[in-house]
Nanobody, 126 residues
Framework: QVQLVESGGGLVQAGGSLRLSCAASGRTVSNYAMGWFRQAPGKEREFVAAITYSSNTYYADSVKGRFIISRDNAKNTVYLQMNSLQPEDTAVYYC????????????????????WGQGTQVTVSS
């Protein structure tokens, strides 16, 4: 059974930075695409970033140039470095693991992921 545990959320002022971590157990993250999604109150969960098993990265237009997704295979952990945070980045951030082993193409929809963390709150004040 796959377990994903996010950490690193918190309250930050606009322009600040946070680094989210997603520690995985039960699945080797280097063999699966891993994604970050977020959900703001009253809105649907949306794609933020993903890293494929071959380490290709993809970003939503809204975070491109500000967020960086990375992976530490030795720690079986995925990270999301968030810079230049803005109030519109406020949301609960979720880590997710792709359902398919070594999928070559990234998926940006929630249906492509079969394991989710509990989420971590990120709040950006203006």
């Amino acid at each position: 059974q796959v377990q994903l545990v996010e950490s690193g959320g918190g309250l930050v002022q606009a322009g600040g930075s946070l680094r989210l971590s997603c520690a995985a157990s039960g699945r080797t993250v280097s063999n699966y695409a891993m994604g970050w999604f977020r959900q703001a109150p009253g809105k649907e969960r949306e794609f933020v970033a993903a890293i494929t098993y071959s380490s290709n990265t993809y970003y939503a237009d809204s975070v491109k140039g500000r967020f960086i997704i990375s992976r530490d295979n030795a720690k079986n952990t995925v990270y999301l470095q968030m810079n230049s945070l803005q109030p519109e980045d406020t949301a609960v951030y979720y880590c997710a693991a792709d359902r398919r082993f070594r999928r070559t193409a990234v998926t940006v929809t929630t249906g492509g992921y079969d394991s989710w963390g509990q989420g971590t709150q990120v709040t950006v004040s203006s």
